[in-house]
């Protein structure tokens, strides 16, 4: 009888089959751990600009590489992971921006070959961590460009990602206050407050803006906006962090702003004004946001005008009426109107005729004895509504101490027939308008 030889066969299984790289190649904040961070979100979001989108459609390889990074970082463990427009979570949906990491991978081609491969994580804070492909993708006709990358960037980075901890999230950089709505309504009650000083929210809805409420309060070097509530990633901010700084220029109740965006970064580009009981903001993309100032109320004694302010307005008859907004002229204890005939060096005086507050309008009347005429109105006051889509254009004289005295025109649509909260006694509509232009016309078609 032969012998049974048995053969014992040894397995090895390594769950290392790559030469996986756990530390980044390179990174701008040696501090911060790699994995500790990645702990601490749960989004990711491949980086694309509009341009980029319409070539990866146009070239499908280039698309292949970008999709086996997102496969690779949904099998590390992402709730999310975005590589289109559409596929972005939404600002007023995350409520920490620091949950989300951005992704940017990037390659030269060149003799048939994806070199130079970077992964690069950036955080909400802007640090960055690269890693870089230990070798170089051939290309070809018969090559399978999205396995390769797949493997290629387990070598780059091979791990899974640790489980979500909220507490190791980080924290967007900032400043702080230290005050609370209740200490600033006790400074605000005090007798010798500033006039623009209290607390204001917004109350733009174009753009689906953030209903922030901030605090204006007095310091050394100007003023300081102080977040209470409203934002989107109400995570990210707490009571008492710093918003804005405003710095005085050479016109009264206009602020140049060193804004704090929703992620904390500085915009040097922001304009702020003050009129009776708002506060414009006007962004570095000139949209305008009102704030309206809810404390401390109208009545109170430590509540006192604005003192000198200006807004636009227009004739409604030859014999010296002018309409503009009743906000413009609210507490005014004198009104001048410049510019009539064109002619800004003549000052006439005008008083009051008619207002209504609940619909913001007033009907003012030039009361010099020197005046004579406003000459032809060139256009009519329409009674009927005016649909959605409908092009409109709007006068008026903005922010005149940089802008200058001439007439101002920016044209748009009629986006709503119902204004703030579906008030349909107003319209919204796409025209920027800046501060100052209060109380100056829209116009449906061009005039004569």
Not at 51 to 76: C, F, H, N, S
Not at 159 to 186: C, F, H, M, W
Not at 253 to 265: T, V
Request: hydrophobic share 35%; with cysteine.
């Amino acid at each position: 009888m032969k012998g049974i030889k048995i053969i014992i066969l040894t397995i090895l299984v390594s769950t290392n089959i790559f030469s996986q790289n756990r530390t980044p190649t390179n990174q701008t904040n040696p501090s911060l751990d790699f994995e500790t961070f990645l702990s601490g979100v749960k989004f990711a979001e491949i980086l694309l600009a509009p341009e980029q989108e319409t070539y990866i459609k146009t070239y499908p390889v280039v698309g292949e590489l970008l999709y086996a990074i997102k496969d690779r970082m949904k099998a590390m463990g992402f709730e999310h992971v975005a590589l289109w427009t559409a596929e972005k979570i939404p600002i007023s949906e995350l409520k920490s921006i620091c949950d989300k990491v951005d992704v940017i991978f990037r390659w030269d081609f060149s003799n048939d070959a994806y070199r130079n491969i970077k992964w690069t994580f950036i955080s909400c804070n802007g640090d960055q961590f690269v890693f870089e492909a230990p070798e170089n993708i051939r290309s070809g006709s018969y090559t399978n460009v999205n396995k390769k990358m797949y493997n290629l960037s387990i070598k780059m980075y091979g791990y899974q990602k640790p489980n979500y901890n909220a507490a190791k999230r980080l924290k967007l950089r900032g400043e702080t206050s230290n005050l609370t709505e209740v200490t600033i309504t006790d400074y605000l009650n005090g007798k010798n407050i500033e006039n623009i000083e209290g607390i204001y929210e917004n109350i733009t809805t174009n753009g689906n803006q953030p209903r922030y409420k901030v605090a204006v309060k007095k310091v050394v070097t100007g003023y300081d906006l102080i977040y209470i509530s409203g934002a989107y990633n109400n995570l990210d901010w707490k009571e008492g962090d710093i918003k804005a700084r405003l710095r005085p220029t050479a016109t009264n109740n206009l602020y140049k702003a060193e804004w704090y965006m929703a992620d904390k970064s500085i915009n040097n580009d922001f304009i702020v004004s003050f009129e009776q009981g708002l506060m414009n903001v006007l962004t570095d993309s000139q949209d305008k946001n009102t704030y309206i100032k809810l404390y401390p109320i109208s009545n109170s004694s430590n509540s006192p005008s604005l003192g000198i302010s200006s807004g636009s307005g227009f004739a409604i008859s030859s014999n010296g009426y002018v309409v503009t907004n009743f906000h413009v002229i609210d507490g005014a204890k004198s009104i001048k109107i410049r510019g009539v005939n064109g002619d800004f060096e003549k000052t006439y005086k005008a008083e009051v005729a008619i207002t209504d507050k609940n619909n913001d309008l007033a009907i003012l009347k030039i009361s010099n004895f020197t005046f004579s005429s406003l000459g032809n109105v060139p256009f009519n006051i329409t009674k009927a509504s005016s649909d959605v889509g409908t092009p409109v254009f709007v006068l008026g004289y903005p922010l005149r101490a940089t802008m200058g005295d001439e007439v101002k025109l920016t044209n748009g649509i009629i986006s709503s027939k119902s204004g703030f909260q579906g008030d349909i006694t107003s319209y919204q509509i796409s025209a920027p308008v800046q501060p100052g232009n209060s109380g100056g016309p829209l116009f449906d078609g061009f005039v004569a």
